[in-house]
Structures are given as structure tokens and as C-alpha cells.
């Protein structure tokens, strides 16, 4: 295969004899050797050529540097190189609810003397595009990213990564309700109601609304977490506690159906940038709108304009992370395979992420991770895919620079 090649430096571009090409004189006199000028200061050209001998090793020492490259990502979080059989082995109801963390993510083999840590994606970008693009190896089997790896954190590590932030922010309809449902079941490391107002429950309903139900059930759904707050604030005085492991930096959901959102939802949010103004912090919004306006694409790029209007006007550092939609589960009514089935959602998804890129945001598909998962009504996903979409968000987190 031939391959290309550039240079720090410009060669000469090399002129066959049968061109034009400029003759040597044949008569130039060669100077004397004798008569050239001496150097008048010896002092001078020895520190010259010990500069340029510093600068050289300089340079070599800095692209000898890993952190040199432009692809890799400074604020890296630290990881366990021990393997872990299960990361949901001690969460609250993890037997009842069936589900180990093999269940939904497998983790890397490195090859015989291969560093293992290369396996994992290098930087954002590539990883945003790895978790969109993978598949799975038969229905319901863990979703492989492409390419590169993401990690799935364990909970203190994934309060390491959240500590960097001033708050996280969920902004959409309800497929992005139960991802904050199931990132609350991780770091409440609950897997039963960690992601249910249990204190507003009557004890009937902690019965019934344990493991999946928390999402596909109505009556359940009503009681999903919509900020961390009220976690903190009614947690210790229910008789059915489930902290969280960390509690420092908030967190919330705010549901929007359209654009504009409500009023009293654009007066939370300036609020909370406002709080300290001065703070190096950022604060990312996750953002995500698709059923919910029948896969408009007017109503998804007014909806981001207008967020980011609102992150703009307070003069602080707000990455955000627009979400696509999931992919139609075999059980979609036949009503709407035309407008919200495969083929509508891949467009919309495509079209959301150009329109995502033109205004710098990042952008991270969910169509790939539920094309061979098991949606309950055609439309949403139980609580595995919760939790595999809620941790790809934290790969992100980890991710985007903390200044």
C-alpha cells in the first residue's frame, strides 16, 4: 500500500536536467580560503551552538512526552486494574433484580504483553464516536463499543469524576427521565428503588415498583427521582433509607416536551449558574429531545438554541452533550413504525447530530445500543439499558475538562 508522508521542514523540489533549471557557472572563482573572514568573537558562537544544542533536546524530550500529542485528554480519572467479577455485587437488590454488571458490559482483553490502558478510548471524541457506533453480538448480548472501549466505573470513582463539577444538569422528555432514573440507581447503589422517591411511596407501591418496574410501569415512573435534593433532604427521615454514596455536587432532571421549555424551568437553570458566578467549575448539560415532538427537527435545534442562549448569557463554562433517540423495539404499534419507526429515528439521528456539531456540541447516538435490546412498548427500554446509557454519560464526564 503506498503511503503518504509530510515534513516538519519543506524539501527542495528536485528539477530534472531537461528543464529549465539554473546551470552552475562554470567560471565563478572559488574563493581563498585564506583571505575569508575569521569569527572575531569564538565567545559568541559557542553559546549560540549550546543554545541550539538545549533547544534540540528540548524538543526531542517534549515529543518524547505522552501528553504532547494533541489526541490525548489530560484530565483522566483513575481506574481500578484489578478485575471486577461484578460492579453490582453489594448494590441494594441486586440478586432480586437479576442483573450483573457482566450482564451488560465486557470489559477488554489485552493481547499477551499489551498495555492494557491502550485498549480504552484516547480522547472525547473518539470516544463519543466508540459508544455510538458499536453493536451487539446477538439480542440482549452486552454492547461492544467500536473501535475502542469505554470503562464502567465504580462508584467512587464515578464520585471522583462528578467532584469536578459545580452540578449536572438533565434536560429532556422521558427517555432521558429514566437514564437520570438509572444514574440515580448507581450512585444510590440501589438496584431495587434507586431511582424512586421512596419516601413519598406508600408500602404497597415499594413492593410492587422494585427492579424494572421502577421505569416500565406507570404508576412507578410517577416516583422517579427528579433532583438530588430531594434525595438528601427526605432520605434520612424515611424509614426506607438509600443515600447517596456521595452527595457533594448536584444533580437534576428537568422535563421538557418542546421548545420553548416552561418559564419556571429557564428560572431554575439561570439560577444555578448564577449561584457563583466566579466559579471555575463548569456545569454539563446532558440534552435530549425526540418522542416526545414526534421527531421534529425544528423543535430539536430550537430547543438547543434556546438552552444554550441560556448557558451562554451566564458567562460560564457549560459543556453539553446532546443524546439521540433509541432505536423502535419490535413491540412499536403499527400506527407509528411510519413516523417514529427505524428509518425516521436513523434520520432523525443523523440530522440532530450534524445540527449538535454545527453549534460545538458534543453528541452521543443511543440508536446502535438499542437496536437488539428489549424495549417493553417499541418506544423505551427497561432498566439494563438505563444503566448502560447512564454510564456511557459518565464516560463522558470523565471526559470534558474540569476548567
Known sequence: MEQSYSFAYPF????????????????????????????????AASKRTAFAVIVAIAVFLWMLNPFSSATRQLDRVPFSRDTVDDYFSHFEGHQDCGITSRDLYTPPIPLIDSPKHKLFCSNRATLLEAMSGGGRHGFERPYSPAGCHYRWYTTAETCMILERFDAVVFIGDDMLKYIYAAFNMLLRENMARGGLKQWEMAESDR??????????????????????????????????KSPYYCDRIPHMYFPVTGSPAPEDLHARFTSLLAQDPDAYKPIPVIHSLSLATSLSWSAATASMDEWVSLADASGRNIPFLWLGPNAAGHLKPPGQILSQGNNAIWHYTIETQKEAKSRELDSLGMYNLTLQANSWDGSFYGQKVGLVQAMMIINWLSRVEST
Open 207 to 240: 413492593v410492587t415498583c422494585r427492579c424494572e418496574n421502577q421505569l416500565t410501569r406507570s404508576d412507578c415512573s410517577s416516583h422517579i427521582v427528579m433532583e438530588s435534593q430531594a434525595v438528601t433532604d427526605h432520605d434520612e427521615t424515611s424509614g426506607h
Open 12 to 43: 527542495p523540489r528536485f528539477v530534472p536536467a531537461s528543464k529549465s533549471a539554473p546551470s552552475t557557472p562554470q567560471n565563478t572563482p572559488i574563493p581563498d580560503i585564506a583571505l575569508m573572514p575569521r569569527n572575531s568573537n569564538p565567545s
